[in-house]
């Protein structure tokens, strides 16, 4: 089971929603990344990695980082501050520079 969290920056008001468990995947038979999602338990059981959404806090951008690959960073800016969108919580807001993302607990999503 999966759970989202909403993020609002408290300066301009910008909205992230983030899943807490990525977007897990396998490598099919031509080499290719295939996501699994639940209700799909077959497809999960081949899974070998997650890539999981990130905030560029330096550029504003998101970046997907695959779980096997030690390197995090931004592919726009090559800055290497960036965070788990779903650990945004007080986090600094890159697009107005001024407010901090807060977890909005009035908002509840669950799959």
């Known amino acids: 089971m999966a759970e989202c969290r909403r ?3 408290s300066g301009c008001r910008r909205k992230i929603d983030a899943w ?3 977007n897990p995947f396998y490598i099919d038979e031509t080499g290719k990344k295939k ?3 639940h209700p799909d338990h077959e497809a ?6 997650n890539d ?3 905030l560029c806090l330096n550029c504003g951008h998101d970046v997907v980082v695959d779980s096997r690959s030690s390197k995090r960073f931004c592919p726009d800016c090559d800055s290497d501050k960036v ?3 779903f650990l945004l ?8 520079k001024n ?8 908002y509840q999503a669950i799959s």
Do not use: E, M, N
Request: hydrophobic share 35%; aromatic share 14%.
């Open 52 to 54: 999981v959404p990130h």
């Open 44 to 49: 999960l059981a081949k899974c070998i990695g």
């Open 99 to 106: 407010g901090k993302f807060v977890w909005d607990r009035s």
């Open 7 to 9: 993020f609002v920056c």
């Open 20 to 22: 807490s468990d990525g």
């Open 89 to 96: 919580d007080q986090s600094a807001c890159p697009t107005c």
């Open 83 to 85: 965070i788990q969108a």
């Open 35 to 37: 996501y699994a999602y």
